[in-house]
């Protein structure tokens, strides 16, 4: 299994960015998808995770209401949408996978994750 993730760039506080996860090497349909945020000198952060089904989610205190998660399984991709960026949003953004029986398992913590993609950069400019 492989994960990509990308959509990641410099954005001025108060814009927006769609990330992207593409999974390849294997269908969706026991995987759920999260995403876990690095800033420099802070350990890793789960930022929100989706079930295989889609109906179950997850919002860190921090992102919840400025960061929504989503996923289109024909595709084999995750998509995490954020608004409203702060500084405080800048680190390496990692997409992960599990695989779980349950259809509406959402992952919590980082060591929960089978899976990891390579991550991509986000910097939120003050």
């Known amino acids: 299994v492989q994960l990509q993730a990308s959509g990641g760039g410099l954005v001025q506080a108060g814009g927006s960015l769609i990330l992207s996860c593409e999974v390849s090497g294997y269908t969706l349909d026991y995987v759920a998808i999260g995403w876990i945020r690095q800033a420099p000198g802070e350990e890793r952060e789960v930022v929100s995770c989706?079930?295989?089904?889609?109906?179950?989610?997850y919002y860190a205190d921090s992102v919840r209401g400025r960061f929504t998660i989503s996923r289109d399984n024909a595709k084999n991709v995750g998509y995490l949408q954020i608004v409203s960026l702060k500084p405080e949003d800048t680190a390496v953004y990692y997409c992960?996978?599990?695989?779980?029986?349950?259809?509406?398992?959402?992952?919590?913590?980082?060591?929960?994750?089978?899976?990891w993609g390579q991550g991509t950069q986000v910097t939120v400019s003050s």
């Open positions: 992960a996978a599990r695989f779980h029986y349950n259809s509406d398992y959402v992952p919590r913590g980082p060591w929960e994750f089978d899976h």
């Open positions: 989706i079930s295989s089904s889609g109906d179950m989610t």
